[in-house]
Every structure is written in structure tokens, then in C-alpha cells.
């Protein structure tokens, strides 16, 4: 049954339904992520209610993909043994119908990216996270990237991102001051957050692991999952910014927001609008 968000937005479940059924289900969730990211990324999936596991080496990431509810990728520090990683486990998760989200960061940046990207967009992830310059660049466009950073907006990408889900059959999240989801036929925009996020490293790539926590927990609507992730992090970051200083003191009080929120407080704060 189709339920509404309290904006309208018509959505499966709503975010705060999600949450708690992901909290309720506690799902494993295994990250093949940078090392710049593991800490924090594992620290907030604890916080909002899901169990991590960073599992990489090729000589055990595909056995583990089997047992994981899900699966996120993430390209930021690729080197041959990490790519062998992901791809075992890519594959396995594909092959057991598992869900798994790819990050494909600053994939347009070297050739060695490109290819390592290329190989891991066969093996059909079910969702994918990036911010506009690498959506852009993957929907075979020109971008205005350097580095890991993004020079396009949000609404830059929104034309790519649609074409993206529908060519592979997938829901594609956008993130930037306004994110932006999509599976190709319905879209919305995600409003909230805070200017200091992206003061703080690897926020971006803990929010690919708490969606893979969302699709673990509805692995049939990526779509919910997706929104319902990208609202947490909106909501628990505007909530954070209210007390802290600097960034240095956002990220334990984003983790603490985290925490806290609850499936009723999130509906109730979330903005989510049809795009």
C-alpha cells in the first residue's frame, strides 16, 4: 500500500518507517570503503541502528557478501587488491540477490578509475551514490570535477541521474546541498543538512554505507531505502549544526543526532519533494 510522507510525497514506506525496521532488524552490512572512511562510517551505521563489517580482501569478500544483507562499494582509495575485493564481493551479492550500493569516487579522475568502475557497473549495483560531477561523468556527459570534489550542482546532474537508473535499471542519489533521487521514474529532492558536512571527511562515503543499511532492511524498494537514508542524514546534520561550533565538534554531535532520532521524530522532520 502506498503511504505519503507528511510533505505528500508518495513513497512505499516513509523514512521513519524505515528506521525502525531497520533498527528492529539490525542488519549486517558489509563496506568495502576507504581508509579514510572505515571509522567513521562504521561509527554511524552503529549509531543509527545497523551492524558494519569491513571486509575487503579478495580472499574472503565474496564468501562474506553471501552472508551480509548488503553490500557498498567504494572506489576512494582503489589499489589492485581492493578492486579484486570488490568485484568478488559485487559479484557474489549480485549472484545471491543481495543489494549492493556502488560509490564511485572521482571515478572520472585517472584511467585506472575509469576502468575499475566500468568493470564494477557490469556486475549491476542496485543503487548508486555520487555527487554531481561524478553522476555527470558516468552518464557519459562532460563534468567539471577535480578531484574528489564536485564542480557541478546538484540540478546539473539531475538529467543524467534519470537516464543513469533507467539505462541500468537502478535508483541513483545525487548529494549535495539538495539531494536528489531517482530510479529513473519517480524522483524527489531531499532538503536539509548543514554547510559544515562537508567540512568533515568521509561523511559522503558513511552515508553509501548507511544506505546500503536501508536496502538491507526493504531490499525490494531501493528506491525508499535510498530517500529514507539520505532524510537520516538531512535531519540528524540540520539537528547537529544547531550546537556545534566547527567541525570539530559536528561530528560527535552528528553521531549523537544520529542516535537519537527515532522513525516518528524523522517523519515528522524530514523534507522530501517531488521532483
Same mark, same amino acid.
Given at each position: 500500500?502506498?503511504?505519503?510522507?507528511? $510533505?505528500?510525497?508518495?513513497?512505499?514506506?516513509? =523514512?521513519?518507517?524505515? $528506521?525502525?525496521?531497520? %533498527?528492529?532488524?539490525?542488519?549486517?552490512?558489509?563496506?568495502?570503503?576507504?581508509? /579514510?572512511?572505515?571509522?567513521?562510517?562504521?561509527?554511524?551505521?552503529?549509531?543509527?541502528?545497523?551492524?558494519?563489517?569491513?571486509?575487503?580482501?579478495?580472499?574472503?569478500?565474496?564468501?562474506?557478501?553471501?552472508?551480509?544483507?548488503?553490500?557498498?562499494?567504494?572506489?576512494?582509495?582503489?589499489?589492485?587488491?581492493?578492486?579484486?575485493?570488490?568485484?568478488?564481493? *559485487?559479484?557474489?551479492?549480485?549472484?545471491?540477490?543481495?543489494?549492493?550500493?556502488? !560509490?564511485?569516487?572521482?571515478?572520472?579522475?585517472?584511467?585506472?578509475? @575509469?576502468?575499475?568502475?566500468?568493470?564494477?557497473?557490469?556486475? %549491476?549495483?542496485?543503487?548508486? @551514490?555520487?555527487?554531481?560531477? #561524478?553522476?555527470?561523468?558516468?552518464?557519459?556527459? %562532460?563534468?567539471?570535477?577535480?578531484?574528489?570534489?564536485?564542480?557541478?550542482?546538484?540540478? *546539473?546532474?539531475?538529467?543524467?541521474?534519470?537516464?543513469?537508473?533507467?539505462?541500468?535499471?537502478? /535508483?541513483?542519489?545525487?548529494?549535495?546541498?539538495?539531494?536528489?533521487?531517482?530510479?529513473? @521514474?519517480?524522483?524527489? %529532492?531531499?532538503?536539509?543538512?548543514?554547510?559544515?558536512? =562537508?567540512?568533515?571527511?568521509?561523511?559522503?562515503?558513511?552515508?553509501?554505507?548507511?544506505?546500503?543499511?536501508?536496502?538491507?532492511?526493504?531490499? !525490494?524498494? =531501493?528506491?525508499?531505502?535510498?530517500?529514507?537514508?539520505?532524510?537520516?542524514?538531512?535531519?540528524?546534520?540540520?539537528?547537529?549544526?544547531?550546537?556545534?561550533?566547527?567541525?570539530?565538534?559536528?561530528?560527535?554531535?552528528?553521531?549523537?543526532?544520529?542516535?537519537?532520532?527515532?522513525? #516518528?521524530?524523522? !517523519?515528522?522532520?524530514? @523534507?522530501?519533494?517531488?521532483?
Amino acid at each position: 500500500m502506498q503511504t505519503t510522507t507528511p $510533505l505528500g510525497t508518495p513513497l512505499e514506506e516513509t =523514512p521513519g518507517q524505515l $528506521l525502525a525496521a531497520m %533498527r528492529t532488524k539490525n542488519p549486517l552490512v558489509q563496506n568495502i570503503t576507504n581508509f /579514510v572512511a572505515m571509522n567513521i562510517a562504521a561509527n554511524v551505521m552503529l549509531a543509527a541502528g545497523a551492524s558494519p563489517a569491513m571486509v575487503h580482501t579478495k580472499e574472503e569478500a565474496g564468501e562474506f557478501a553471501r552472508i551480509a544483507a548488503a553490500l557498498t562499494v567504494n572506489i576512494g582509495t582503489l589499489s589492485p587488491d581492493f578492486l579484486a575485493g570488490m568485484k568478488a564481493a *559485487a559479484g557474489a551479492a549480485s549472484e545471491a540477490g543481495k543489494p549492493w550500493v556502488l !560509490d564511485p569516487v572521482a571515478h572520472y579522475a585517472t584511467a585506472y578509475r @575509469r576502468a575499475a568502475v566500468g568493470e564494477l557497473m557490469e556486475l %549491476r549495483p542496485t543503487v548508486i @551514490r555520487g555527487n554531481a560531477s #561524478e553522476i555527470i561523468a558516468l552518464a557519459g556527459s %562532460r563534468s567539471s570535477g577535480h578531484g574528489v570534489d564536485s564542480g557541478d550542482s546538484v540540478m *546539473a546532474a539531475e538529467g543524467s541521474a534519470i537516464a543513469l537508473a533507467r539505462q541500468n535499471a537502478c /535508483v541513483i542519489a545525487v548529494t549535495g546541498e539538495v539531494d536528489f533521487v531517482t530510479d529513473g @521514474r519517480r524522483s524527489v %529532492r531531499v532538503l536539509g543538512g548543514s554547510a559544515l558536512m =562537508p567540512r568533515v571527511t568521509a561523511l559522503g562515503c558513511s552515508l553509501t554505507c548507511l544506505t546500503g543499511a536501508f536496502a538491507a532492511t526493504v531490499p !525490494d524498494k =531501493p528506491f525508499e531505502a535510498t530517500v529514507a537514508a539520505l532524510a537520516m542524514f538531512a535531519v540528524a546534520g540540520e539537528e547537529a549544526a544547531l550546537t556545534a561550533s566547527g567541525p570539530g565538534f559536528f561530528s560527535p554531535i552528528f553521531l549523537d543526532r544520529l542516535a537519537a532520532l527515532t522513525g #516518528e521524530s524523522l !517523519d515528522a522532520q524530514a @523534507r522530501i519533494v517531488a521532483a
